[in-house]
Nanobody, 124 residues
Framework: QVQLVESGGGLVQAGGSLRLSCAAS????????MGWFRQAPGKEREFVAA????????YYADSVKGRFTIARDNAKNTVFLQMNSLRQEDTAVYYC?????????????????WGQGTQVTVSS
């Protein structure tokens, strides 16, 4: 099990950028695929992005491809989500997730550990 703490959310105008960070506890961070999910008011939670254990493989939801970038720093037990060209429809609570999995996997679901979430609000 890994403890996850997100930061970096906030209010931004449409077209702006935010960078989310997620700090993970434990000494086995590199054993986990990491990802981000989001949940907008009144909507189901949805997958945003995933990164494999070494960072060599990445997968994005179509809705964020070309605008968001996921990255990780295994030396600092941290995963990031750089969000550019933000749109109002990106407004949501963003959750950092972790899953103990195969080396090259970028899971779309089945994540075992979740952070508490950080609010991202994009205004017009």
């Amino acid at each position: 099990q890994v403890q996850l703490v997100e930061s970096g959310g906030g209010l931004v105008q449409a077209g702006g950028s935010l960078r989310l960070s997620c700090a993970a506890s434990g000494r086995t961070f590199s054993s986990y695929a990491m990802g981000w999910f989001r949940q907008a008011p009144g909507k189901e939670r949805e997958f945003v992005a995933a990164i494999s254990r070494s960072g060599s493989r990445i997968y994005y939801a179509d809705s964020v491809k070309g605008r968001f970038t996921i990255a990780r720093d295994n030396a600092k037990n941290t995963v990031f989500l750089q969000m550019n060209s933000l749109r109002q429809e990106d407004t949501a609570v963003y959750y950092c997730v972790a899953k103990s999995t195969a080396y090259y996997a970028t899971p779309l679901d089945g994540y075992e550990d979740w952070g508490q979430g950080t609010q991202v609000t994009v205004s017009s």
